[in-house]
């Protein structure tokens, strides 16, 4: 009788089909699209968690990844790995955090601020390095709770609030007038046919100051493409970013509990443009800066 059995649960006739050929449709779809369709039905459910469609859904590099990371990454089937690699793991020595887009499957990683380009970074008077080693491992639940570190300069005393930590340092700002980060990242290491853009994941000290306006010149290039906008990592105090629309850019609130902004945006074709190359400097406006803590850069698809 219709309304009975298969059909009752929302099916129809296509829960009828062999749980591999419904394995294989869904393989065809996304992630995201997977698991709704696992509330269909028994069948649909069941053909969603199969390692088939999710070994689809994983880069065709995973296990060069795996091979890649600092600590062994467990797992009892595709599934449980596909989100598992959705949480950052630390690979290449923790000078990256490596993670999977979750509703698309696509590469995203962060390079650590030891692998960027930061000037003056090793001159103590105006960089301080803070080793964390106890935050590598993101996914301690302990991690959760904000991790208080008051460090004393000569200009002030900043008490720090650092949530959900992915490298093992992260490096302080303490006082420049020229003020130029930057790093790269090859770009085969990302997804092929995929538009990304470029972020810097920063915190700001209790007493920072100099990094509103005037803008700082944020820029990306790989190969013949560059771009460059002015954007500002503080407002002026007011509220206000500046006469320029640009310098609101994309500065947001993350989940983490950290602050990002958007460099710019690229398209990674075939993965044989060389590195792509990102950077935030002030270097013509000389005033004091302090107060940036920054945790690093990323890259991850546009949504």
């Known amino acids: ?102 509703s698309t499957g696509r590469k995203c990683y962060m390079i650590c601020p030891r692998s960027m380009r930061i000037i003056w970074g090793n001159e103590p008077q105006y960089w301080r ?56 990242i090859d770009c085969q290491l990302l997804s092929l046919r995929t538009t990304y853009a470029a972020y810097l994941v920063f915190k700001f000290a209790s007493r ?14 790989l190969g013949a493409y560059a771009s460059e906008i002015n954007v500002c990592l503080q407002d002026d105090g007011d509220g206000n970013d500046g006469d320029d629309l640009e310098e609101r850019r994309r500065r947001r609130l993350r989940d983490d509990g950290w602050m990002e902004i958007e460099l710019g945006e690229f398209y990674n074709d075939e993965g044989n443009g060389g590195d792509v190359e990102m950077g935030l400097m002030q270097v013509r406006a000389l005033h004091w800066k302090s107060g940036l803590i920054v945790q690093g850069l990323e890259v991850r698809p546009k949504i």
């Open 1 to 102: 009788m219709a309304g009975r059995g298969e059909e009752s649960e929302g099916s129809g006739h296509i829960g009828r089909l062999p749980e591999d050929c419904i394995s294989h449709v869904l393989s065809l779809t996304t992630p995201r699209d997977s698991c709704r369709a696992a509330l269909v039905s028994a069948a649909f459910r069941s053909a969603a968690s199969s390692d088939a469609v999710w070994e689809r859904f994983l880069p065709s590099d995973y296990q060069s990844i795996l091979s890649r990371a600092v600590d062994p990454v467990e797992f009892s089937s595709t599934r449980e790995l596909y989100f598992r690699l959705c949480d950052s793991i630390l690979v290449d020595g923790g000078r990256l955090s490596f993670q999977l887009e979750r």
């Open 129 to 184: 390095w803070i080793s964390l080693p106890e935050s590598r491992n993101v996914h301690d639940p302990s991690l959760l709770d904000v991790v208080y570190i008051v460090i004393t300069i000569p200009l002030s005393t900043w008490k720090i609030a650092l949530l959900g930590i992915r490298f093992a340092e992260v490096a302080v700002l303490l006082a420049v007038c020229w003020f130029d980060i930057g790093g790269r």
């Open 208 to 221: 920072s100051f100099g990094l509103g306006p005037p803008p700082q010149l944020a820029s990306v290039k």
